[in-house]
């Protein structure tokens, strides 16, 4: 991320998110934590950066982490072709 100082302004380049959902190993990876704890940080809502439901018919979750989102929590930009 970088800053600019300008007249006491700071200004952030905000990085490029054109790419989809960060999957929830990425995720846990970039955290240092277990799948689990992603997994049930979404469910719980503990998480700010994505969510997760409950799949159409069925009793298993679907997970969405937005990147913008999880790059403002930790600062890791996710560019789509990222391997976990």
């Known amino acids: 991320m970088d800053q600019k100082l300008n ?3 700071i200004f ?4 490029d998110f054109e790419h989809g959902n960060v999957p929830v190993s990425l995720a846990a990876k970039v ?5 689990l704890f992603v997994r049930l940080g979404l469910q719980q ?3 700010p950066f ?3 439901f409950v799949k159409e018919g069925s009793s298993q979750y679907g997970y969405y982490i937005s990147p913008f ?3 403002q929590y930790t600062g890791y930009v996710y560019r789509g ?3 976990v």
């Open 69 to 71: 989102l999880f790059w």
């Open 31 to 35: 955290m240092h934590k277990d799948v």
């Open 45 to 47: 809502g503990e998480l």
């Open 12 to 15: 952030v380049e905000i990085p």
């Open 50 to 52: 994505g969510s997760a």
């Open 81 to 83: 072709d990222d391997c």
């Open 7 to 9: 007249n006491g302004k």
